[in-house]
């Protein structure tokens, strides 16, 4: 049977964030014939969460402070799904979020990656939509960054055509590209701008999950911005690097990058 393995990196402070997280996951209707399993990887010196209410979720403590990027990259360990999507604990899937990913990985073979729609989730409950600043559909390896590096700033900024916060990946494809890299801000950025530059993907129209707004978001804390700049230019250094290094083939290799 194949399996969906959802990871979450849990800080402390967000327990009933993650059982929120959880109720979305238990609500999701899956294709025939898949499972999912919820990975859940807790930042954090002694243990906040109670997941007993779940029973698709398996738990693990870090046992201390080793942040977002180690903490991913040790649930991937733990996965066991062909597939992998990364869910935030403060974020929420709407019902039909994995079954779209799945299906556009079975309608489109050759993909490694899918992103999907998000609306803001606001305080009061109420949702922000947001227009596609891309076509959705299917994109060609290198056209995610074709637009970023197309929209960088006077001062270095890039900006990305979606919220990558949310996405589903071939488990064995992060694997090999690393996982969650060392960068100050915007790890998914940084494994994003391998993933899209060497393997095609695809952009769903449909809205799936909700990026909740709140004052405890790490991105609101007082110097998050600080190291934004650099860390775009590690994401630019690294596209410009992958363009001239690989490709994924057709049989799930990398192969040398020949850009026209």
Known sequence: MPVISVLTPAHPGRAQYVREAGESLARQQLPDGWALEWIVQ???VTAELDLAAFPFARHELNGERLGIAITRNLALTRASGELVHVLDSDDRLLPGALAVAVKA??????????ATQADDLLPDGSRKAFDPLIQPGYLKAGAVNDYVLAHIDDHGM??????HGCMTMR???VRALGGWAAIPRSEDGLLLAALC??????FTPEVTWLVRQHDTRTSRSGDWHRLLPQSMAMIRRRIEAVRTGLRVSAA????PAVRG
């Open 42 to 44: 807790e930042d954090a």
């Open 105 to 114: 990985f079975q309608d489109f073979p050759d993909i490694h990656w899918v």
């Open 158 to 163: 890039g900006r990305w055509p979606f919220h």
């Open 171 to 173: 488990a064995d494809t």
């Open 197 to 202: 530059e060497v393997a095609p993907g695809y």
């Open 252 to 255: 799930g290799g990398f192969v």
